[in-house]
């Protein structure tokens, strides 16, 4: 499986507190553990928001209260997307409606 970051990302991941980048870096280190041993990490509260042909499927972790890192998986690939909160992530959805 190959893991890759959407410019986006990076520019989302600039945005939030340090707190939160942290706990965004401890959420891949799970999401990458999942992909590879598909043990469900506890507490990550993985949520499969929806799923298009180009983009694959896009999925939501929780890294705090008010902060999402939202992902893709599309064959062999999971390409992490944005860090945000409920605002952030329901503008980034619209996008694909």
């Known amino acids: ?3 890759e970051y959407a410019v986006r990302y990076e520019k989302s991941l600039r945005r939030v507190p340090l707190h939160d ?3 965004a870096a401890e959420a891949i280190e799970q999401i990458v553990a ?5 043990r469900a990490p506890e507490g990550l509260g993985l949520k499969k ?10 999925f939501e972790a929780r890294i705090s209260l008010a902060r999402r890192l939202l992902f893709t998986v599309q064959q062999d690939v999971v ?3 944005m860090v945000g909160d409920h605002d952030d992530v329901r503008r980034f959805i619209r996008t694909f409606q």
């Open 34 to 38: 999942y992909c590879e041993t598909r």
């Open 49 to 58: 928001l929806f799923a298009r042909e180009k983009l694959g499927i896009v």
């Open 21 to 23: 980048r942290r706990r």
């Open 79 to 81: 390409t992490f997307l």
């Open 1 to 3: 499986m190959r893991f």
